[in-house]
DNA sequence: TTAATGACGACTATTATAGTCGTCTATATT
DNA sequence: AATATAGACGACTATAATAGTCGTCATTAA
């Protein structure tokens, strides 16, 4: 469903999320605390930088650190930035890429619809969800103390 | 999004709905017709015979028909023969198979919620869709005759 | 000046997909 | 029975994507 590129982001951004009041993470923390390889967690976290999501400094007390709000990153630009656009069929006019296949395109493909309805649930879920419900979700359970 | 395998069982599926009146289709024609090649087809065909969906018939005068209505053909049925059960991970429990990943699927991890959601969203969609709503979709749109 | 730390291009290994080939088996027709 | 037709089926290949590695360079704080 995801590359681990995809999956991996979404662990860290979750982690630099929880952490993002403790100044810059190291490339080497995340890789250990997640369990990610740490020369592949550096090409991920990198593009998650050119994509504006992220703000490093390089040196002694470098590291990594969330630059927007995670209720301003949204999961689909995550997925769509390591997965490529959805790939949606070029008879489905949207600005993706990746066409559905050879087939001269005719009106009456009767694939078109499972590939429309099919891209709308899937962007409709990706689009709705930010990192701060991921981190919300992956927060120590509060306990109601009874009484 | 989907393999070549699916698309093409989908496309050969609806041309055989479409067909069901006029006895058995060979596999040749069908090549033809969807501009699918024609060994990887006769894979594909056979498959959804073992599937259930298709009855086969050798030697003068064969070829292949389907065996159920279009109605009781699910379009997730397709897409899990050829594609495998959607990649949930095993935390999302539920009798996929691969696993998301090595993780000691922690309770808490964040990944949880964008697969599960994605996973409803997903199998929703096409668990709902059957073949009689792709073979209507492809039908030679109804000219209404203005008085 | 030096140790720490990110940047970045090139490389490799493994796997999945898409498709092909050759041969065998079943069936209808004559 | 003979023959042409048509599906069954295992083995094979080529290409591409994924997942990950390696080596070296650039920047910064102390
Ligand atoms: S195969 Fe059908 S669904 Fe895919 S691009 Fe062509 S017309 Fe569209
Ligand atoms: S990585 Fe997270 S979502 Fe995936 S299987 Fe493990 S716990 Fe579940």
Chains 1, 2 share one sequence.
Do not use: W
């Not at 951004?13 to 490339?27: E, F, S």
């Not at 995340?30 to 593009?47: A, D, Q, R």
């Not at 997925?79 to 001269?104: E, H």
């Amino acid at each position: 469903m995801f590359s681990m590129k995809t999956k991996y982001a979404i662990k860290a951004l979750i982690r630099l999320a929880h952490k993002r009041h403790n100044g810059p993470v190291l490339i080497a923390d995340l890789s250990v605390e997640e369990g990610i390889p740490k020369k592949f967690l550096e090409n991920i976290l990198l593009s998650l930088k050119n994509e504006g999501m992220l703000a490093s400094r390089k040196g002694k007390g470098g590291g990594y650190a969330l630059l927007r709000r995670p209720e301003d990153i949204r999961i689909a630009q995550v997925v769509q930035l390591f997965d490529g656009p959805l790939a949606v069929p070029s008879c489905v006019k949207m600005s993706m890429v990746r066409s559905c296949n050879a087939c001269g395109e005719s009106p009456q493909c009767g694939l078109r619809l499972v590939m429309a309805e099919l891209k709308e649930s899937i962007s409709g879920c990706l689009d709705r969800l930010t990192l701060l419900d991921l981190v919300l979700e992956s927060e120590e359970p509060v306990f109601d103390p009874v009484i």
